[in-house]
């Protein structure tokens, strides 16, 4: 149970949108289950490309709520330029995942990074390659993202990862209430759009820019941006952001 946040392109005001964005963590949806308090306060983590070699690098992982911690927008402030590739997670814990820092959101493997809302159950069942090391304690979203990453590697290279994820996903046999990612190899931005229950929660958008786009999973308020141009984007969905100029590709998850 999480907040997404992805920017993709030449956004001048990225930094204003992620330390808006970073609000969520004290005020953002949650399930609507009894007991449970809005907000998601369990960590928080940003990763963003690396120019030089077209890969995705995790700058900070913390545990607890980024607007109670300065660390937050001196993470932020080591960016010097605008990054090709943005994504910030905000983190409230799966029932039964501890809250650890080795559960922080992203994940990364192979140049390769994942962020996740939703919770999946026998996540150890999914079939993924050995070789990728676990380096969580025990969280699901680990096992999900190494599981779609060796179905990556195990295809051609010009075959089209997009359609690979669909697949894969349509072939998970494990139950789950949502598979809601972000992963970046820091040259494409893949969303992911898959949800069984709570459709009000496991919500993800975009909003389109003159130079890039944003992807969240509540619409981010702050000056500058029209609410009403957040669309929500479909369940059973992927989409493929790329290019310059900014192009989005859309494949059905079966």
Known sequence: MCRMLGIYGKVD??????????????????PPKKGILPGHKD??????????????????RHPG????????????DTIEKPPAIFTCHLRKASPGIPVTPNNIHPFSADGWM?????????PESLPRDP??????????SEHFFHYLLSRLKEKPGHCER??????????????????????????DLFIIRKYKTHPAYYTLYTYRLSNGILISSEPVKLNGLDQHRWKMIENNSILKIYGDPVRIQKYQIG
């Open 43 to 60: 960590g928080w983590g940003v990763a963003v490309s690396d120019p030089k070699d077209k890969s995705m690098a995790i700058l900070e």
């Open 114 to 122: 994942f962020i996740h809302n939703g919770t999946v159950y026998q």
């Open 13 to 30: 005001d990225w930094k204003k949108i992620a330390l808006a964005f970073s609000r969520q963590a004290e005020i953002g949806k949650v």
């Open 162 to 187: 997009g359609q690979v994820l669909a697949e894969a996903i349509s072939a998970m046999e494990i139950d789950y209430t949502a598979v809601n990612s972000i992963l970046s190899n820091g040259k």
């Open 131 to 140: 070789s990728l090391p676990l380096t969580s304690n025990g969280s699901d």
């Open 65 to 76: 709520s980024p607007t109670d911690s300065p660390l937050f927008e001196q993470t932020l």
